[in-house]
């Protein structure tokens, strides 16, 4: 018996969040994945690039231990071991993952699949039919015309995971988030890194502040970045990959990574066929990710909303509980929190400033930095916490720049999703010494009560 209530073509975050939801609410699931349970997120994605970011952090700590008064000498990397350890992490990870779904009763089916009908996917021969199919097909690494990936000297963010040894030098094409990510990584294990982003600044979907702030920590760690500057070639020499770009200038490194957004996975698999809407590539849906085709419903990477993880599970989770009838609300996608991994690292959740004003708020500002912070001081990192609100009105938007300051997304989250107001978060208590005080100290500011801030 091939038929179930739902069957989910893509085991990553979104279709495996689709699939645990789905079989939780009592539905017969069937999930089917052509390489391994977790996606990119685990296999390619979050988890792998956290494990090197978190090697990198130590080689740093080694490199600056006298500082802190600790005798520590830095030698080199070894990448097998470095690897070894990412490996393990995300092995540990995917036999949970395994064991969660068995658990479940969820029929996981591996194969390549196909759509071949409005409710059914074909794999290996076999009809699996769905009274509601969920397409959660992911994403792929993209690149540029004429800009050929050979895996070794140019590469994607796929093969960057895997080095077994450390690039003498690189070159970021990508100032996103994979791109500082990456670039944050092969700085702290002695690479020499430029980045070239075509926009006029790094991550240039946060906060102008933000960037400005990231550029700053970058430029301190001695790495380069040009911005606002066009990719025109690059030419495999002897000495490495050489890029030329649209002002004439070059730059010659033995490492091309190149990290300039991904794409949906939606061709070849019978999307086009059965008449799915889609706008290059990404599958077109509702605010419950519906596509056009009653029954056949989309989530994650594969359709135009953020590429993140936490948002195919929200996706996927949404999914099941409406088909289940639960009548779950829309996902507010500006309440999502984000972040870059970086070193320092940069958090977000809500509205820029700009996009604050675009929208016709009254706006205020308020930022607080991190040098008033004691365990900022502690930890000897920069940034601060910025606030965007609505003139006597709620929180729009928390902008936060500095080392570990992705933790206090869980407290700016719940205020921005809370429209909470100045006064609604000035009177919390936050522990004493944490990053966390500086978030209650830009409420404090915002409020007008300022406690540990000069001017
Ligand atoms: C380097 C990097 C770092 C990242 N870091 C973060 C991070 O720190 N935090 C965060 O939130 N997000 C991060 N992301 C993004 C995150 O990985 C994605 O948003 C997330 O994996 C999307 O989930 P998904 O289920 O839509 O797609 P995927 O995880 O790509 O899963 C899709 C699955 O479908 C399978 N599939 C595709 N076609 C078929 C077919 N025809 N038949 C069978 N199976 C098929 C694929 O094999 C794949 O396993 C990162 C991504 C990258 C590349």
Redesign the pocket.
């Known amino acids: 018996m091939n038929d179930f209530d739902l069957v989910i073509?893509?085991?990553?975050?979104?279709?495996?969040?689709c699939a645990l939801r789905g079989a939780q609410l009592g539905m017969s699931v069937a999930l089917?994945?052509?390489?391994?349970?977790?996606?990119?997120?685990?296999?390619?994605?979050?988890?792998?690039?956290?494990a090197l970011l978190h090697a990198g952090e130590i080689a740093d700590s080694t490199r600056h231990a006298s500082e802190f008064g600790v005798k520590a000498e830095f030698h080199s990397m070894d990448m097998l071991a470095v690897n070894a350890y990412k490996d393990g992490v995300v092995s540990k990870l995917h036999k949970g993952l395994q064991g969660l779904v068995k658990s479940r009763n969820i029929n996981y089916i591996e194969?390549?699949?196909?759509l071949v009908s409005k409710n059914q996917?074909e794999?290996n021969g076999s009809i699996y039919t769905g009274k509601n199919v969920v397409l959660?097909?992911?994403?792929?690494?993209k690149t540029l015309p004429g800009l050929e990936i050979d895996g070794k000297q140019i590469v994607t963010?796929?093969e960057?995971?895997a080095f077994d040894y450390v690039p003498k030098s690189v070159i970021v094409l990508g100032g996103g988030?994979?791109g500082c990510?990456?670039a944050s990584v092969w700085n702290s294990f002695g690479a020499d890194v430029t980045i070239i982003e075509g926009l006029p600044r790094l991550v240039a979907l946060e906060d102008e502040s933000s960037s400005k702030q990231l550029e700053r920590a970058f430029r301190k760690r001695g790495i380069k970045f040009e911005v606002g500057i066009k990719f025109a070639s690059a030419i495999k020499g002897s000495d490495g990959v050489t890029v030329t770009l649209e002002n004439g200038a070059t730059h010659t490194a033995d490492v091309l990574l190149v990290?300039v957004g991904?794409g949906p996975?939606s061709s070849n698999?019978g999307y086009e066929e059965q008449g799915l809407t889609m706008d290059r590539g990404y599958l077109i849906v509702d605010n419950k990710c519906r596509t056009n085709i009653p029954g056949i419903w989309a989530?994650?990477?594969?359709i135009p909303t953020?590429?993140?993880?936490?948002?195919?599970f929200a996706?996927?989770i949404l999914v099941a509980e409406e088909i289940a009838g639960l009548n779950p609300r829309p996902i507010n996608y500006d309440g999502v929190p984000r972040?870059t991994?970086s070193e320092p690292e940069v958090a977000s959740v809500g509205l820029t400033t700009a996009l604050a004003k675009e929208r016709g708020y009254d706006v205020v500002e308020v930022s607080y930095d991190l040098a008033g912070n004691g365990k900022a001081n502690i930890l000897k990192t920069a940034g601060s916490v910025k606030l965007v609100a609505q003139k006597n009105g709620p929180v729009l938007g928390i902008h936060m720049v500095g080392s570990r300051v992705g933790e206090l997304l869980a407290e700016a989250q719940l205020i921005y999703n809370w429209e909470a107001t100045a006064d609604d978060v000035a009177p919390l208590i936050h522990a004493h010494p944490t990053l966390s005080e500086a978030m209650g100290e830009a409420h404090l500011a915002l409020a007008g009560k300022p406690l540990h801030a000069h001017g």
């Open positions: 073509l893509g085991g990553g975050s979104g279709g495996y969040a089917i994945e052509q390489d391994k349970l977790g996606g990119t997120c685990l296999h390619r994605g979050c988890i792998p690039t956290k194969g390549h699949g196909r996917v794999v959660a097909t992911g994403s792929y690494p963010s796929e960057a995971m988030v994979i990510e990456f990290a991904r996975v698999i989530v994650g990477d594969l953020l590429q993140l993880a936490h948002v195919g996706e996927g972040v991994y």
